[in-house]
C-alpha cells in the first residue's frame, strides 16, 4: 500500500468513526428512555448490564473489557462534570 493510500485510508477510518458516534447519539437522543449524551453501548450498560445483548455488543469491542459497564460509568460521571440531573 502506498503512503498515499495509508493516508487516505486513515481519513475514511476517521471520518466513519465520527458518524458512526454522530448516528449512535441521535438514536439514542430519540429513545424516550435514555439520558443525554448516551451511547447504545452506554445504555446497555445501564439498562442491561448481564444481559445477552450486551455480551454481544462487548464481544464487537474486543480491546475493552466489560465495554458496555465501563461506558455507562464513563458517560454518567461524563454527565456528573457537566451539570446533567438525574
Not at 24 to 40: D, G, H, Q
Request: contains cysteine; proline residues 5%.
Amino acid at each position: 500500500m502506498t503512503e498515499y493510500a495509508a493516508l487516505a485510508l486513515s481519513a475514511l477510518k476517521r471520518w466513519a468513526f465520527r458518524v458512526y458516534i454522530a448516528l449512535n447519539m441521535v438514536l439514542c437522543a430519540m429513545l424516550p428512555y435514555s439520558k443525554p449524551r448516551e451511547t447504545i453501548s452506554g445504555m446497555i450498560g445501564r439498562l442491561a448490564p448481564r444481559s445477552l445483548l450486551a455480551d454481544a455488543v462487548d464481544a464487537c469491542h474486543p480491546h475493552h473489557e466489560n465495554h458496555c459497564a465501563e461506558v455507562s460509568r464513563a458517560e454518567r460521571e461524563g454527565r456528573q462534570v457537566l451539570g446533567y440531573r438525574g
